[in-house]
């Protein structure tokens, strides 16, 4: 007797993602994160990026969640994960972790168009320690891997974010001066013994030097998680970045921070072509 087999996981997201795009308010669907950008593990999940308008229906996403997973699921609605994440979903399917991220499309076309100004934002947002940096929108849009648009507007977007604006590198470039800010003020709390303040300082610090760097070499940077190791292997990045952001981390005390300082001014070196 023969026993039935479930499809490759492939293309089961790729059916998921065209029957998404029938529910109304859902215009496209692209795969993200490191399967997107082929630097996944085996076990790394499944990101998938749900762009609507106005409102998306979310009766209908709760019950096709919960056919594909084969119990109940909590879909998150817009606003439902924070300001900037927006909602969605975690699902198991066949035993694989299977992620629905839901993105306003007007939203991040008016963000691609600050960006293309120069402007940004950096909003407050669980999850992020060090912020949402607005710019990861388009960023997330341009290492996609679009898996179903019926009008293409998803991605006439992504070949336009191919191109890194000019006006938003020379801005998160300059954005490098509150790295030396947060060094001067952690430099105060590894004086005093604030651990906690210190710490905050120059991990904020660390973190504005990987978008700036990112920025200068016209690279997405759309997440903390990851940042420092993509940065590392930038061009002109200082020699040793992660171990020596690591023993800085590490340490927090005086000495930690004057190491802090050394590595930001190299960083500002470098960005400082750009000036």
């Known amino acids: 007797m023969n026993t039935p087999t479930n499809p490759p996981i492939e293309a089961t997201v790729a059916t998921m993602a065209e029957r998404l795009c029938a529910i109304p308010g859902i215009r496209a669907v692209a795969l993200g994160g490191s399967r997107a950008r082929g630097t996944h593990r085996a076990d790394s999940d499944w990101d998938l990026g749900l762009y609507y308008r106005g409102s998306p229906a979310l009766p209908a996403l709760t019950e096709l969640a919960c056919e594909v997973t084969?119990?109940?699921?909590?879909?998150?609605?817009?606003?439902?994960?924070?300001?900037?994440?927006?909602?969605?979903?975690?699902l198991t399917v066949d035993g694989v972790a299977v992620d629905w991220i839901l993105r306003d499309l007007d939203r991040v076309e008016r963000v691609w168009a600050d960006c293309r100004e120069g402007r940004y934002e950096v909003g407050v947002q669980p999850g992020h320690p060090l912020g949402f940096w607005s710019p990861a929108y388009p960023g997330e849009v341009a290492l996609s891997r679009v898996l179903a648009d019926p009008t293409g507007?998803?991605?006439?977007?992504?070949?336009?974010?191919?191109?890194y604006?000019?006006?938003?590198?020379?801005?998160?470039?300059?954005?490098?001066?509150?790295?030396?800010?947060?060094?001067?003020?952690?430099?105060?709390?590894?004086?005093?013994?604030?651990?906690?303040?210190?710490?905050?300082?120059?991990?904020?610090?660390?973190?504005?030097?990987a978008q700036s760097l990112h920025a200068h070499h016209r690279v997405w940077c759309v997440n903390e998680k990851g940042a420092l190791a993509a940065t590392a292997v930038l061009p002109d990045t200082p020699a040793d970045f992660t171990a020596r952001v690591t023993a800085a981390l590490t340490g927090l005390g005086p000495a930690a921070v004057e190491a802090a300082a050394g590595l930001v001014a190299q960083v500002r070196a470098v960005l400082a072509d750009d000036a």
Not at 75 to 82: D, E, F, I, L, R
């Open 70 to 90: 084969d119990r109940p699921v909590d879909v998150a609605g817009p606003g439902g994960w924070g300001p900037w994440v927006d909602g969605g979903a975690w």
């Open 165 to 209: 604006p000019e006006p938003l590198r020379k801005s998160l470039s300059e954005a490098a001066w509150e790295a030396d800010f947060s060094v001067v003020a952690a430099r105060k709390s590894a004086a005093s013994g604030d651990v906690l303040h210190g710490s905050l300082c120059l991990s904020r610090a660390f973190g504005i030097l």
């Open 153 to 163: 507007e998803l991605t006439t977007l992504r070949t336009r974010t191919l191109s």
